[in-house]
């Protein structure tokens, strides 16, 4: 799940100048369990807009927000042309938008990092999407993300009682690496060096195209 923060409102407002009439879309999957583009938000941020003497002319919950297709079918369903669409959730849902209208596109939120859901409005970054999962060798345990530092080879000297120097409130990552590698009786990987990071198994931007019904293409755009 992307995770994402709302905008200051004076920021959406300044990305608006000289804008009049306007439509705002949500999304019906992160960015409403994140609280910051269901439907509340864009209830308070339409009435927002309208204290401030804009026009919101349309407003929808894409299901999911990065859909370019589903984002276009909504779009089209505007009775009223309109100058700018404010797009209320990731930076994906907001290019989605901007696939998907000539009209000028703002985004309202700022997207944070991937989340796993421990509870309501409680996620954790575990996974950077770095392109070539190595998790195998420290307990499905990432160190990439999870350890402040990005250390593949830990712990360092900073851990005390577990917790990380950078922030004393978090498990340290190579701690409970360590950990759970004994538990599985992995002896060897707790003290297996490891080679540093390939960055460029990944390129940017990523596609994934389907051609034929068996096979993938993976890279990308061109």
Known sequence: MIISQKKPFEEVLGSLEGDQKIAILGCGECATA??????????????????EGKEVVFTAIIHTGCHELDVKRH???????FDAVLVLSCGAGTQAARASTDAKVVPGCDPKFLGNIQRSMDFMEKCSACGACIIADYGAICP????????????CGGTSHGKCEVDPELD????????RLKKEGAEDKRTMLHAPKEWDVIRRPGAVVERGPDKLKMGSEQ
């Open 34 to 51: 994140t609280r910051t583009g269901g439907e509340p938000e864009v209830e308070e941020m339409k009435e927002l807009l309208e204290e």
């Open 75 to 81: 779009l089209r369903q505007a009775k009223e042309p």
């Open 144 to 155: 990439v993300t999870r350890c402040a530092k990005g250390l593949l080879n830990g712990p």
């Open 172 to 179: 340290c990552a190579w701690v409970l690496i360590h950990e």
